[in-house]
């Protein structure tokens, strides 16, 4: 895949067709292809209707994501997510991860997501031996954006660590190239998980969500207990749905989920902090107090930039965007 296929996947088509249909119309494709396609292959049926399917953004039917996850389609997958803040407008409003940024604003009210499939898209590229191509988005398409932003540990994280592998410290061989593919796959199912609650979640997420509810007690929207077998690590028994990371559960594992998520979790937002379940110790409830203290610091001083700033965004953020030949406008 070029750099350019992420500037063409802004401009499809098909936009003014997805947008007379609703959700109903969605629900009745993806069922009646589902039908015709059988058990086997079904991700297929989404294939043919991607442009639809992505220009459209709704989330609530699994397959689309997962279809996308699955052929590692990370420009559309950029696309349609961005296109499910703007479908999602009610939900998405009350999910913003940094207030007081627009629901719609994909780049401040949700970095990480922003930046997920983006940051594959330069390791596809690396990895299919267009370097230059790749440091070219990370240095144009993403440093510069994410670093304007305001932003957690864990986003970056994720950014030195692409830095790294692009300058070359890191190698990145195939096997390292499939464990990327898999944990930023995982990362944008856990996120859309986290702030669009009720929405894409595959079955196995439902399995998961249903198998955790009972260990983690308040704390079960935030992680999930890992089941003996599990293809992750069975040593761990908690992973944390925020950061992604695995913990050993412990005798209580909702007491240590809730410990790690108010006193060490560092992919937490305003939002998240807004959404913490009880403080279980005296600890807890002083770094609640705290963080939601720097919370509304923080979304002060940037209420206060964004004024000054005015209608910077959007950039080349909108669908008629018109990117440079052969450059990659990014979305
Ligand atoms: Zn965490």
């Given at each position: 895949?070029?750099?350019?296929?992420?500037?063409?996947?802004?401009s499809s088509g098909s936009d003014a067709t997805s947008?007379?249909?609703?959700?109903?119309?969605?629900?009745?494709?993806?069922?009646?292809?589902?039908?015709?396609?059988?058990?086997?292959?079904?991700?297929?049926?989404?294939?043919?209707?991607?442009d639809l399917?992505?220009s459209?953004?709704?989330?609530?039917?699994?397959?689309?994501?997962?279809?996308?996850?699955?052929?590692?389609?990370?420009?559309?997958?950029?696309?349609?997510?961005?296109?499910?803040?703007?479908?999602?407008?009610?939900?998405?409003?009350?999910?913003?991860?940094?207030?007081?940024?627009?629901?719609?604003?994909?780049?401040?009210?949700?970095?990480?997501?922003?930046?997920?499939?983006?940051?594959?898209?330069?390791?596809?590229?690396?990895?299919?031996?267009?370097?230059?191509?790749?440091?070219?988005?990370?240095?144009?398409?993403?440093?510069?954006?994410?670093?304007?932003?305001?932003?957690?540990?864990?986003?970056?994280?994720?950014?030195?660590?692409?830095?790294?592998?692009?300058?070359?410290?890191?190698?990145?061989?195939?096997?390292?190239?499939?464990?990327?593919?898999?944990?930023?796959?995982?990362?944008?199912?856990?996120?859309?998980?986290?702030?669009?609650?009720?929405?894409?979640?595959?079955?196995?997420?439902?399995?998961?969500?249903?198998?955790?509810?009972?260990?983690?007690?308040?704390?079960?929207?935030?992680?999930?207990?890992?089941?003996?077998?599990?293809?992750?690590?069975?040593?761990?028994?908690?992973?944390?749905?925020?950061?992604?990371?695995?913990?050993?559960?412990?005798?209580?594992?909702?007491?240590?989920?809730?410990?790690?998520?108010?006193?060490?979790?560092?992919?937490?937002?305003?939002?998240?902090?807004?959404?913490?379940?009880?403080?279980?110790?005296?600890?807890?409830?002083?770094?609640?107090?705290?963080?939601?203290?720097?919370?509304?610091?923080?979304?002060?001083?940037?209420?206060?930039?964004?004024?000054?700033?005015?209608?910077?965004?959007?950039?080349?953020?909108?669908?008629?965007?018109?990117?440079?030949?052969?450059?990659?406008?990014?979305?």
């Amino acid at each position: 895949m070029a750099d350019s296929d992420w500037s063409s996947s802004g401009s499809s088509g098909s936009d003014a067709t997805s947008r007379a249909m609703d959700e109903d119309d969605v629900r009745a494709l993806v069922v009646r292809e589902r039908e015709q396609a059988g058990n086997v292959g079904h991700y297929s049926v989404v294939e043919q209707h991607y442009d639809l399917l992505v220009s459209l953004g709704s989330l609530r039917f699994p397959d689309i994501l997962e279809s996308l996850l699955l052929y590692e389609r990370w420009p559309e997958i950029a696309r349609y997510l961005r296109h499910a803040l703007r479908f999602h407008a009610k939900d998405a409003a009350e999910a913003v991860a940094y207030p007081p940024a627009r629901a719609t604003d994909m780049r401040r009210a949700h970095p990480e997501l922003y930046l997920l499939p983006r940051r594959q898209h330069a390791l596809h590229l690396f990895s299919a031996g267009q370097h230059d191509q790749a440091l070219h988005f990370y240095h144009e398409r993403i440093l510069p954006r994410i670093l304007a932003v305001r932003r957690n540990a864990h986003v970056n994280a994720l950014v030195e660590s692409l830095g790294a592998i692009l300058a070359g410290q890191q190698p990145l061989a195939i096997r390292d190239y499939d464990r990327e593919v898999a944990s930023t796959s995982r990362a944008i199912r856990d996120y859309v998980q986290v702030y669009f609650p009720g929405f894409c979640n595959s079955f196995y997420q439902k399995m998961m969500i249903g198998h955790s509810m009972d260990k983690l007690g308040q704390a079960w929207s935030f992680g999930e207990v890992l089941m003996p077998g599990d293809i992750l690590d069975p040593t761990t028994t908690i992973r944390c749905l925020v950061c992604h990371a695995q913990l050993p559960m412990g005798t209580f594992p909702d007491a240590k989920l809730l410990d790690h998520l108010y006193m060490g979790c560092p992919a937490t937002t305003p939002h998240i902090h807004r959404l913490l379940p009880r403080p279980l110790n005296p600890r807890q409830v002083a770094r609640r107090a705290q963080l939601l203290q720097q919370d509304e610091a923080a979304a002060d001083a940037a209420a206060a930039a964004e004024e000054e700033e005015e209608e910077e965004e959007e950039e080349d953020d909108g669908d008629n965007a018109g990117p440079p030949a052969g450059d990659g406008g990014d979305e």
